[in-house]
């Protein structure tokens, strides 16, 4: 596939394959957040390989490199979108997790910080606490990717350990950040875990990987409103030692 060099007003221009003007990394670090609104523009082959061949630069382990992604865009998208939201609006039970989420427990302060960005998220969006449909609605937008027209899905082989899940972790960062870098957003999602068997439907992964996540891609809407979830002040999570 050529490379797309179309003028989308939030693509970066390049030449010969080159990036003509790069983002700096503080801006990349500083605006990536989880946008829950993105228009249908088509993202190119050629743009999606080129952040994935660059992520594959990212540090593990002695190397071994324990992700396992997949990428879906056009009909095999729209088909796990059509089957994913069918299954929830048939009151489908969620499949079982293969990792745990949280703990039962949340201790402070991060009970407290897992409240706020609740608050924020659904009083953004003008639903009240009480209001359960109304959430399950918003919930829904999920398994359609929020309107992207790309998603990622990254698997970990499960008879690794936490230090290799903490390696995704990094892999996954560098992909968004990357993906920034080439005026796109996206949208970490472990909600997609939970219909996993669904995703397997359409991706048929080897058995022993675990779905740890899906990841929705595309350029922002600015026409849906969003809130961007603050973070905690320095004091709170850093010590300085020394001079």
């Given at each position: 596939?050529?490379?797309?060099?179309?003028?989308?007003?939030?693509?970066?221009?390049?030449?010969?394959?080159?990036?003509?003007?790069?983002?700096?990394?503080?801006?990349?670090?500083?605006?990536?957040?989880?946008?829950?609104?993105?228009?249908?523009?088509?993202?190119?082959?050629?743009?999606?390989?080129?952040?994935?061949?660059?992520?594959?630069?990212?540090?593990?382990?002695?190397?071994?490199?324990?992700?396992?992604t997949y990428v879906?865009?056009?009909?095999?998208?729209?088909?796990?979108?059509?089957?994913?939201?069918?299954?929830?609006?048939?009151?489908?039970?969620?499949?079982?997790?293969?990792?745990?989420?949280?703990?039962?427990?949340?201790?402070?302060?991060?009970?407290?910080?897992?409240?706020?960005?609740?608050?924020?998220?659904?009083?953004?969006?003008?639903?009240?606490?009480?209001?359960?449909?109304?959430?399950?609605?918003?919930?829904?937008?999920?398994?359609?990717?929020?309107?992207?027209?790309?998603?990622?899905?990254?698997?970990?082989?499960?008879?690794?350990?936490?230090?290799?899940?903490?390696?995704?972790?990094?892999?996954?960062?560098?992909?968004?950040?990357?993906?920034?870098?080439?005026?796109?957003h996206s949208c970490?999602?472990?909600?997609?875990?939970?219909v996993r068997e669904?995703?397997?439907?359409?991706?048929?992964?080897?058995?022993?990987?675990?779905?740890?996540?899906?990841?929705?891609?595309?350029?922002?809407?600015?026409?849906?409103?969003?809130?961007?979830?603050?973070?905690?002040?320095?004091?709170?999570?850093?010590?300085?030692?020394?001079?």
């Amino acid at each position: 596939m050529s490379m797309d060099n179309t003028s989308h007003p939030d693509r970066p221009k390049r030449m010969a394959g080159v990036m003509e003007a790069t983002m700096d990394v503080y801006e990349a670090v500083t605006s990536r957040r989880a946008v829950r609104g993105f228009k249908n523009d088509p993202v190119s082959r050629a743009v999606l390989e080129r952040v994935l061949s660059a992520a594959a630069w990212s540090p593990s382990g002695s190397n071994i490199q324990p992700w396992n992604t997949y990428v879906l865009t056009g009909p095999p998208l729209v088909e796990l979108k059509t089957s994913a939201i069918e299954r929830v609006a048939h009151g489908d039970h969620w499949d079982e997790r293969q990792y745990q989420m949280y703990p039962p427990v949340l201790k402070s302060p991060y009970g407290e910080r897992r409240s706020a960005f609740g608050k924020e998220r659904y009083s953004a969006l003008g639903i009240a606490r009480e209001d359960w449909e109304a959430r399950q609605r918003a919930a829904i937008a999920n398994w359609n990717c929020f309107g992207a027209p790309a998603a990622l899905f990254c698997y970990i082989d499960r008879d690794l350990g936490w230090p290799q899940w903490a390696d995704v972790g990094m892999y996954l960062q560098t992909v968004m950040l990357l993906l920034r870098a080439e005026g796109l957003h996206s949208c970490p999602q472990m909600a997609w875990s939970q219909v996993r068997e669904t995703v397997a439907e359409v991706l048929s992964p080897p058995d022993g990987l675990i779905l740890f996540c899906g990841m929705s891609i595309g350029y922002e809407d600015l026409t849906v409103s969003s809130a961007r979830t603050g973070r905690a002040p320095l004091h709170e999570t850093v010590t300085f030692v020394g001079g």
